[in-house]
């Protein structure tokens, strides 16, 4: 099924909702994350070097505060504005050093993430479950090596998954249909399709496929973070399978 055949009462207005009426919003924000991740942490790989530096007291070089407030949106600093590491903060870094994976390796990635999905799931910390809950149901969906191999859709999700003023969520009605969840091509296509409004340079929903498609090439870490928290789950539901699941995830 298409989304355009999915997707009938009450979607142009959600589309509104998110994306404008008169005029297009400058940027839109997923309506449900799958990652801690921020503008300028998108992978694990630079936290080693500024926690480490934060717990030695050395500020941070570039653009700090963004990064200090990326670091608090992911629970690694505390929310009072102190630059100090929050207690998930150091048992993290703690934890990285013990597995010696505290380093800029790209190839330690999916250890560091899960390792921070672990630790901040056993603190009890509410978007890391919300982020697990989200990605649960995503892979009862599909297999979840279909989504790490279509990062378009892995991205939409996160904006699809919003509720309006009138209650309406395109996510949860396209997963209520079981009719499986539309190919990337068909929401482009649906997209170049629809009416462009006055003033716009293309339709309400091409403005927010444009967003999806323009994070496309920085959302390595949403992938890598996915197969983090596919990797803990698989170690809790099911640990027969997870040291082949650890080698396919590596390699992807």
Not at 3 to 13: C, D, I, S, V
Not at 113 to 136: G, K, V
Not at 169 to 190: E, H, K, R, S
Not at 191 to 207: M, Q
């Amino acid at each position: 099924m298409t989304p355009a055949e999915a997707l009938t009462t009450g979607f142009e207005q959600w589309l509104k909702h998110v994306t404008g009426h008169d005029t297009p919003v400058a940027r839109i924000s997923p309506g449900q994350p799958l990652t801690p991740y921020s503008t300028s942490m998108r992978v694990t790989k630079p936290q080693t070097e500024w926690l480490t530096q934060i717990e030695r007291k050395v500020p941070l070089a570039g653009d700090a505060t963004q990064k200090y407030r990326d670091l608090r949106a992911a629970g690694l600093l505390p929310l009072d504005q102190t630059v100090r590491l929050s207690s998930l903060g150091r048992t993290v870094l703690t934890e990285w050093r013990r597995l010696q994976v505290d380093d800029a390796n790209d190839g330690h990635e999916v250890v560091r993430a899960a390792t921070l999905c672990r630790l901040a799931l056993r603190a009890n910390d509410q978007n890391y479950r919300q982020y697990m809950r989200f990605w649960i149901r995503l892979r009862e969906l599909r297999p979840p090596e279909d989504w790490f191999n279509d990062l378009g859709n892995l991205i939409l999700v996160t904006y699809l998954h919003r509720t309006d003023q009138n209650g309406y969520n395109p996510f949860l009605v396209l997963t209520g249909l079981a009719a499986g969840f539309p190919d990337f091509t068909d929401w482009q296509d649906w997209a170049a399709e629809l009416p462009t409004p006055p003033g716009w340079k293309h339709s309400r929903l091409g403005h927010l496929m444009n967003r999806v498609t323009s994070l496309h090439d920085r959302s390595r870490g949403l992938r890598t973070y996915c197969q983090a928290m596919e990797a803990v789950f698989l170690a809790v539901d099911q640990p027969a399978v997870l040291p082949a699941a650890v080698t396919l995830l590596a390699r992807a």
